[in-house]
Structure formats: C-alpha cells, structure tokens
C-alpha cells in the first residue's frame, strides 16, 4: 500500500502543470509576486497550479519578505438615497479604485452604525457590529475581509451587539468601546477585545460613563475615545483613555479633550486631527504641553472637498475621504523648530461616485 502511494504521489507530481510553460516555477513564482492588488486574487482562477501558488502561505511570506505590498486606501461608502453599501478601494499611487465583493450582511443597516478597524501589515479589514435598519436593533457581526483573497469571511460574534461605537488596533488586540445597545439612545459601558490570532472575542475593563458619539485614535499601547465637540457645544466633551496592558481605564487631560475638535489620524506617535469646522485646519496634539499646535503649509483644499469626512493615514500621509469619494492626500513633514507641516493633493472621484458619501476609510496593505 505505501508503495502504490508513493506512486500515486509521483504520478500526480508528472502531472501538475508549470505556473508559467517555458520558465522555471522559482521565476514564475516571482512575476506572480509582482502582480498589483487586487489582480494576484483574481488570477487565481487562471489554473489550479497559479491558485496553489497563490494560496500557499509561503507565498504571503515571500511578498512580506520582499516588500511587495503598497497601502491602499479602503472606503465603505453608502449611496445618498437609498443607503447602499458598497465598499471600495483607492490605490492612491494609480489613482484606481476597485470595487470589493458584496459584504455579507442584511440588506437593511445602517451604514454609519458599524465600526471599522484593521490590521494593516496583515491585509484584513474588520467591521464590526451595526444596526439593522428596520427594526433598530443592533447586531454583534464580525466580518472580516482579506486582500489577499479578496474575499469576506464571517467572524466570532461579538459579546455584545452594539453600534455606534468606537473600536482600534491596539498591537494587534481589537478593542471595541461603548456604544448603543437596543435603541440608538441606550448607552452602554461594555469594553471588549477580539483576539485576532484564536478568532475570540474576551471582556474587558468597563468604561467609565457611556458617550453621546465616538471618535478614537491609537498611540502605543492607549486608545484615546472622545465624544468630541457636538453643536451647539454647551457641553465640555467627555472622553478616556485605555491603557490595553493594564486593562484600565483613566481620565483624558484637559488640553486634549477640550482641543480635540474634529477627525483623528495617528502617524508615526503623533496624533492629529482634521477639525470639523470653518476650513477644515489640522492640528497636531503635542503631550509635554497638554495643547493643540496648527500644522502649516497647505490650507486644507476645502473646495474640492464636501463633509462628510472619513479620515486615516499610514507612512506621513493622510487620506481623507469626502462626500462624492474625493480623496485629498496630505504629505505632512517637520519643518524648522520642530514644527509640522502638511502639502496636500487632492485625488478626484470618478463622476459615478457623486452619490456616494464615506462612512468609514482603513489603510492596508494589499
């Protein structure tokens, strides 16, 4: 029998087909390296050998190996009317978009109800909990999407169906905060982390109070969530910082609650915000103060760009995505004395996205 195996084992081997007739599989393998996202997914259907090339682990270790994966930027979109999602991709260096496979969720949500996060190096995109549109509940979804098939998957429940909550990539753990739990007003303080290597959802330390709205930024090892200032601003906003290590919460300074007025973006350690308000300035949280600075350089190209906003960033650039999927990318640098400053481009939409609005926007590499 081990013999009529091993016979079988070599038959099979004569007659797997090359990768590429004429070259060697070694180099074969290296044009298919070479292929952009999101074409290495599609060509899998070419033959069953490129699709066990292309699904072989070794492969993803080789394209990380040589640095083959570029960030793109991925923007969930809702059309104006009617709510339709439809999740899309941005290469910033081509200027194409693609547009991604249907996400397996009901028909009926509520788009800014989910929560999304990444975990960039690895190509997953994970979004989060919702609401059903047409009962108002919220739902404890898990969907993961993965450039590297191009393909959703349907993840571990979470331990609490919410939405309108904040989550974020703190070292690889997801952590998701707050937000509404039956009705759109029924605030909840429940803290939850995904495991992103066992696929499970765990508890976490509490919040302390519930927040009206949530905007979170990562630094390190903390996730800072804010409720931010909401008109007509009578209110100083309540927020919290989460240390992942400790699993603990404490207070936000003064100087950064009080300055935090717009959409956050993380580079590098430095925190920043694109205000929500007249043109649309950048700041620049600095800690040893407890203040915001104004970035220079560019002014924010306002006139290109209609709120809503969804905003992100990775490598010194900032992308920020506007109603009609505009796309306005600011390189920011250090000037003299330390001080930050940003050039922007703007990075104009097809016309078939006029109707489109972001909900959300994460930077991977595909």
Known sequence: MADLSENQEKTEEKHVEPLIPGLPDEVAELCLLYLPYPYQALVRSVSSSWNRAITDPAFLVSKKTLSLSLPHVFVLAFHKSTARIQWQALDPRSGRWFVLPPMPCPKTVCPPAFACTSLPRQGKLLVLGGMRSDTETSMDSTFIYRSSTNQWSIGSPMLTPRSFFATGNVKGKIIAVGGSASGISDSITAVECYNSENGKWGPAA????????????????????????????????????YDADKDTWQEMSNGMREGWT?????????????????????????????????????????????????????EGKVYVVSCGLNVAVGSVYEADRGEFCVKWQVLVAPRAFHDFAPSNCQVLYA
């Open 206 to 241: 509490k919040m302390r109070m519930g927040l009206a709205r949530y905007d979170s930024a990562v630094v390190g090892n903390r996730m800072f969530v804010t409720e931010g200032w909401t008109w007509p601003f009578m209110f100083s906003p309540r927020a919290g910082i």
């Open 262 to 314: 717009g959409l956050s973006v993380v580079l590098g350690e430095r925190l920043f915000v694109i205000s929500e308000h007249g043109d649309c300035p950048m700041k620049v949280y600095v800690p040893d103060l407890d203040t915001w600075q104004y970035v220079g350089g560019d002014r924010f190209p306002r006139e290109a760009m209609q709120r809503p906003f969804a905003v992100n960033g990775v």
